[in-house]
Antibody, heavy 119, light 110 residues
Framework: EVQLVESGGGLVQPGGSLRLSCVAS????????MDWVRQAPGKGLEWVSY????????YYADSVKGRFTISRDNAQNSLYLQMNSLRDEDTAVYYC????????????WGKGTTVTVSS | QSALTQPPSASGSPGQSVAISCSGT?????????VSWYQQHPGKAPKLMIY???KRPSGVPDRFSGSKSGNTASLTVSGLQAEDEADYYC??????????FGGGTKLTVL
């Protein structure tokens, strides 16, 4: 079964850091571009970051640029999101997502991990 | 990176058809065919329903269809069923650093 499982979420104070992880199973992570997408409580989806299969191209949303870092370890079938200088508005469910093809269609989603930034 | 514009709500009775619009600009939807639609039930992860404007992934019923005209994309759900009640999000990949989602539309089956 094709699956993505996120971990690493939790409660953190403003200004703090967290590292999210995502492990893929049922397919070879290294063959796909990947994204992180988040959803604040009661709100819509927000794209956060994108990384190509070889890590050669990386993009960030303006809202997280300079604070978040996406990375991957294809040998470990894993994707990461290092989040620094966290703000209240970063509170959300963070989804690890696979891009199915050149259209960047997000065809496989994890169940998400919850990040709460609060003092 | 302004979001795409969707109506906050839509509704229809079982068996009817309903269309949900997604408005962008000439720089995103108007210029790119990479429009996708996602369905999200409460407490669940989103699910890809349509990609490249009108393509359906394996397993998605053909009751779901997509189209695009100018700067606006649309998702049509025909033969509405109770399980179609969910939030629907459009998205566009406009190349480079331009990934956008719509604000979401809550579809109610009356």
């Amino acid at each position: 079964e094709v699956q993505l499982v996120e971990s690493g979420g939790g409660l953190v104070q403003p200004g703090g850091s967290l590292r999210l992880s995502c492990v893929a199973s049922g397919f070879t992570l290294g063959n796909y571009n990947m994204d992180w997408v988040r959803q604040a409580p009661g709100k819509g989806l927000e794209w956060v970051s994108y990384i190509t299969s070889s890590s050669s191209i990386i993009y960030y949303a303006d809202s997280v640029k300079g604070r978040f870092t996406i990375s991957r370890d294809n040998a470990q079938n894993s994707l990461y999101l290092q989040m620094n200088s966290l703000r209240d508005e970063d509170t959300a469910v963070y989804y690890c997502v696979r891009d199915g093809g050149e259209a960047a269609e997000m065809d496989v989603w994890g169940k998400g991990t919850t990040v709460t930034v609060s003092s | 990176q302004s979001a795409l514009t969707q109506p906050p709500s839509a509704s229809g009775s079982p068996g009817q058809s309903v269309a949900i619009s997604c408005s962008g600009t000439s720089s995103d939807i108007g210029s790119y065919k990479y429009v996708s639609w996602y369905q999200q039930h409460p407490g669940k992860a989103p699910k890809l329903m349509i990609y490249e404007v009108n393509k359906r992934p394996s397993g998605v019923p053909d009751r779901f269809s997509g189209s695009k005209s100018g700067n606006t994309a649309s998702l049509t759900v025909s033969g509405l069923q109770a399980e179609d009640e969910a939030d629907y999000y459009c998205s566009v990949y406009a190349g480079s650093n331009k990934f956008k989602f719509g604000g979401g539309t809550k579809l109610t089956v009356l």
